[in-house]
């Protein structure tokens, strides 16, 4: 037992690795990637047998995480909640299989949308699996569910999501650390027949995972997560709150006359008995919870239908962005608390831009006197720091979507009849899903020109190193089918600036498919800081 | 005395925002508070608007952001960005900032402006942060300066403070330390209740 000063994300990697953990993988993606790189400080400082490693994306992340489940030692799978879109086809079939290993996927939600381009809340990912899911409130319950998460894997035979969020994931608290437990390897597995994901199996291990239903929400009921509190002197309305929703509601209790029957919610799928027993003792309801409004929502099948819920879905509580102490307080019924004074209405906004020297800002100069002749040129822009492009005084960006969309928007662009079609692209987001989309331009020698800025790391999210290193990019780019008199390689520097805009220039105007890679090392990378665990 | 303390922490990305907090964390749990410090990361910390949440306790803490009206202290690196944050403050909350302007957008506003509308606040303070980490030895420690004068707030202990700063700048070697802890001694002198030009 000792106590400790960790991040959420810390708690929840502190968590796994007393578990018992055998090897973590992930991709990093704000709010989650302080858990992997964690995991990975803590095993060069102890000398620990972990491994935790980086992988190419979400997906190979998460199917070597079920490998490891397979021969039998358990596995951590890290990323951010649009991740689990791309890892979303292993996700949804891991489900149907016999996990034998512990596998927790760790996944973290931005709601307000801090780092991200939407707020899609991942418990409809597990409700979709069908599997079960934690939601921590705070430090010591990331630390506590971890630990728990790995131990119903194994019981049940099935992934488990581990559901944080930004508030959670970068506050700092402390939490009490128990015994570490050892690895254990349980061997692996033997039954093939659950194992392989073939139409005629999985409707067999479809219908035991369904059977399982029952015992997920039994294992809900129980669990000490999940909290039920009565106050039958008052009736006029109950609280359900939900992962760190509870926070804001506790933090007003305080100032309310009275105290309303509660059901705190950490533990999924819904313990549909605790709802109920709620409703019984009250005359409505209100539910907090961080997210999109979905317990809220599946309230309609639980209670009774004419007693009156409020919340997201009747504009009670904010119905997008994060809750707060203060739009709970409102939706309580407290009248806001006393201030100093007001904001400044009239203070210019400060939006993030990027650093001073930046290569990337030398590679949209040379983009935008290219293109400044042509009035209907497209430039496609991709996520990662080079996403700033899109700000004055670049504004080098008109269409940017997903990781790697950049490549495959421009190729259909350009065969919708566009001209002067460019794709905007990062080294680390290239490798990650930009070689697939570059397959498709090359297999058509599409009218395209994809610039890859290649600053030699994983720049936005805290300088991982990429998968690859820079000279390997460019024979990737030749594999693809790229003809190899249309691969450019340029040195961005202001002193280059005339001469990279000539060649960038020419590619443009070339009718077919060229690549032109940008190269000079985020200027951060020599300077890399790196936190020492305490 | 007070057992709890809630302080905005604000400035701009790479102003040393979360070094504060740390120093703050580690010394305050040296004196047995508990904590919560909440922070962002990613994007925002590219040259934006940076804000943390800092709330130390001797008792449970349930939030992890600051209500508005709540806060004790705001502190902050820049004067534009702490203007920003006014309704954090209790009605007798107090408001600290840095003197010099980061100019990184085009349309910074007046700066006797901002300063004026500091000035004007129930309870506020403008500190020369840069010229004290100068006198310090080094331009880098503002943070530290700013670290000192919050410490004049608050009832954690002065030692508990130095031996934080030591162990965040420990691996920098000797004249760094020095020079922050200097830094700090200045700041905290700045901020004394008898340091002139108080509107307390």
């Known amino acids: 037992m000792s106590e400790i000063l960790v991040l959420g994300d810390e708690a929840l990697a502190l968590g796994a690795i007393d578990a018992g953990l055998a090897i973590a993988y992930g991709y990093p993606g704000t709010p989650s990637t302080e858990i992997l790189e964690y995991i990975q400080r803590y095993t060069k400082k102890n000398e620990s047998e972990i491994i935790a490693r980086w992988c190419t994306n979400e997906k190979t992340a998460y199917e070597g995480a079920v490998g490891v489940s397979y021969a039998g030692k358990k596995s951590l799978v890290t990323m951010k909640h649009v991740g689990l879109n791309v890892a979303a086809d292993a996700f949804m079939n891991s489900a149907l299989i016999e996990i034998n290993g512990g596998l927790v996927l760790a996944v973290a939600d931005d709601p307000g949308m801090h780092s991200s381009q939407n707020e899609q809340d991942s418990r409809y990912f597990a409700d979709f699996a069908r599997i079960m899911c934690f939601e921590p409130r705070n430090h010591q319950e990331a630390y506590d569910m971890t630990i728990e998460a790995f131990q119903v894997s194994e019981l049940f035979h099935i992934p488990v999501m581990l559901k944080i969020v930004t508030r959670l994931s970068h506050s700092r608290s402390v939490i009490t650390r128990k015994e570490s437990l050892p690895i254990t390897d349980l061997g692996t597995a033997q039954d093939k027949l659950k194992w392989m994901s073939l139409p005629a199996l999985s ?25 039920l509190t009565i106050n039958k002197a008052y009736k006029k309305i109950g609280v359900i709150t939900t992962g760190i929703g509870s926070n804001y509601y506790l933090e007003n209790l305080e100032d309310m006359t009275h105290k309303p029957s509660h059901l705190h919610l950490g533990v999924y799928p819904v313990p549909v008995e605790l709802v109920k027993k709620l409703a019984e003792n009250v005359d409505s309801l209100i539910v907090i919870e961080e997210g999109y409004p979905f317990v809220e929502k599946m309230l309609n099948g639980i209670i009774n239908e004419a007693m009156p819920v409020h919340g997201k879905l009747d504009g009670t509580l904010p119905a997008y962005g994060e809750l707060d102490p203060d739009n709970v307080r409102t939706a309580i019924g407290l009248d806001p608390r006393e201030t100093q004074g007001s904001n400044s209405s009239d203070l210019p906004g400060r939006p993030p831009q990027l650093c001073a020297g930046c290569p990337h800002t030398d590679s949209f100069h040379a983009l935008n006197v290219a293109l400044e002749n042509y009035d209907s040129s497209i430039v496609t ?47 680390g987001t290239f490798l990650h899903s930009g070689v697939t989309p570059l397959i498709d331009a090359a297999s058509t020698n599409t009218n395209m020109t994809l610039i890859i800025m290649d600053n030699s790391t994983t720049a936005m999210t805290g300088m991982q190193d990429t998968i690859m290193t820079s000279p390997m990019i460019k024979n990737i780019v030749l594999a693809c089918g790229v003809n190899p008199e249309h691969l450019k390689e340029l ?44 | ?76 690196m820049e004067p534009m960005e702490s203007l920003r944050y006014v309704d954090f403050l209790k009605p007798v909350g107090r408001l600290i900032s840095a003197a010099a302007p980061y100019e990184n957008i085009p349309n910074y506003p007046d700066l006797d402006g901002i300063h004026e509308k500091i000035n004007n606040l129930k309870s506020s303070r403008i500190i020369d942060a840069k010229a004290l980490a100068k006198e310090a030895g080094t331009m880098k420690a503002v943070n530290m300066v700013m670290v000192g004068a919050l410490s004049a707030e608050l009832d954690i202990r002065k030692e508990s403070i130095i031996e934080a700063v030591q162990e965040k700048f420990g691996s920098k070697g000797e004249k760094i330390i020095k020079a922050n802890l200097a830094a700090f001694e200045l700041g905290r002198k700045s901020n004394s209740k008898k340091a002139d030009g108080d509107n307390k």
């Open chain 2, 1 to 76: 005395m007070a057992d709890k303390y809630d302080i905005i922490l604000s400035g701009v990305g790479g102003q040393g925002v979360l070094s504060v907090a740390a120093v703050i964390s580690i010394a305050a749990m040296k004196d047995g508070y508990t904590l919560r410090q909440s922070e962002v990361h990613g994007m925002s910390q590219r040259g934006g608007a940076v804000l943390a949440h800092m709330r130390i306790s001797k008792t449970t803490i349930a939030s992890d952001l600051i209500p508005k009206g709540s806060a004790d202290v705001v502190l902050s």
């Open chain 1, 381 to 427: 822009g991709d996520i990662g720091c080079y996403a700033l492009g899109a700000l004055p005084p670049h504004s080098a960006l008109d269409a940017l979507l997903c990781m790697g969309a950049s490549i495959g928007m421009a190729r259909g662009a350009s065969e919708a009849g566009r001209k002067q079609v460019v794709a905007n692209i990062g080294d």
């Open chain 1, 203 to 227: 409707r067999e291990n479809w219908k035991v995972l369904l059977k399982q239903q029952t015992e997920f929400e039994k294992y809900s009921v129980d669990s000490g997560f999940n909290k």
């Open chain 1, 491 to 534: 040195k961005v520097l202001p002193k280059n600036h005339d001469e990279n805009t000539r060649i960038i220039k020419e590619e443009i105007d070339y009718e077919g498919l060229s690549v032109i890679i940008t190269l000079r090392e985020c200027i951060h990378v020599v300077g890399k800081i790196r936190g020492e665990i305490k």
